[in-house]
């Protein structure tokens, strides 16, 4: 099976910056000609227009994933054709149980779980209306499953993909659509910038088996290996990428 994505259309949820952006970067220095989405048009243009000029392929939709009416939008125009789709916009608001307001809660299960299904639902509609099949890749977290404080519903966000993936890739399996997730460990990002560096990430990094956080690129091959043709016996899939830290001791 061909694992290169040349002639290949990705769409990309939340890539206007951190993985979505750098998994825009690398599909399309793979060959796939990558649609970055968001909700700043702005960014993500800005972001096609640097990916091009860099030599790939790729162009930009405005997309809210909490807004049915902004998705349909996008697949009724430019992602009508997409051959793949990465489902990672996703948000987190930390703070203990007992004091997240019911209106935080709702933000991030609109985002992270509902947003999830309803742009794997509209790319679904549209890969079984070409007939070809094709691939939702959704990027779910080791959160998903097991836990951590102060992220109560960030935790049941992610668990919720990672059940989601495996029921959407029972029933679209017949259309040749693949449902599969990576659940991302911990990642040097621009958000968490320096907190590996104090005592309380130096801790974290100690209980990681590998002994260090993931690499932006320690992401790009399972996200390849799914997104292209070499995957095509694989749905349901979970995979993560969290340099041992699911089979930790406790």
């Given at each position: 099976?061909?694992?290169?994505?040349?002639?290949?259309?990705?769409?990309?949820?939340?890539?206007?910056?951190?993985?979505?952006?750098?998994?825009?970067?690398?599909?399309?220095?793979?060959?796939?000609?990558?649609?970055?989405?968001?909700?700043?048009?702005?960014?993500?243009?800005?972001?096609?227009?640097?990916?091009?000029?860099?030599?790939?392929?790729?162009?930009?939709?405005?997309?809210?994933?909490?807004?049915?009416?902004?998705?349909?939008?996008?697949?009724?125009?430019?992602?009508?054709?997409?051959?793949?789709?990465?489902?990672?916009?996703?948000?987190?608001?930390a703070g203990a149980a007992l004091d997240l307001t019911e209106e935080d809660f709702d933000a991030v299960i609109d985002t992270n779980l509902k947003g999830v299904f309803l742009v794997a639902q509209a790319a679904a509609r549209a890969m079984n209306t070409r007939g070809q099949g094709g691939s939702i890749v959704n990027i779910a977290s080791v959160l998903g499953l097991r836990v951590a404080g102060h992220l109560s519903s960030y935790c049941a966000s992610k668990a919720g993909v990672v059940q989601m993936t495996k029921a959407l890739a029972l029933e679209w399996a017949r259309y040749g659509i693949r449902v599969n997730a990576i659940c991302p460990g911990y990642f040097q990002t621009e958000i968490n910038a320096g907190f590996f560096d104090t005592p309380a990430g130096e801790a974290m990094m100690k209980r990681i088996p590998q002994r260090r956080i993931g690499q932006l690129s320690d992401l790009d091959a399972p996200l390849k290996l799914l997104c292209s043709d070499g995957s095509g016996y694989m749905t349901g899939s979970v995979i993560a990428v969290d340099g041992g830290h699911l089979v930790s001791s406790m």
């Open positions: 099976m061909n694992q290169n994505l040349s002639g290949k259309t990705i769409l990309v949820t939340g890539a206007s910056g951190g993985l979505g952006l750098h998994f825009a970067r690398t599909l399309a220095a793979d060959g796939a000609h990558v649609i970055l989405a968001a909700r700043r048009l702005d960014k993500v243009e800005a972001a096609a227009k640097e990916i091009a000029e860099s030599g790939g392929s790729a162009s930009a939709v405005a997309l809210d994933v909490t807004d049915k009416a902004s998705i349909d939008v996008a697949f009724a125009g430019p992602a009508a054709n997409v051959d793949a789709v990465v489902n990672n916009a996703g948000i987190s608001i």
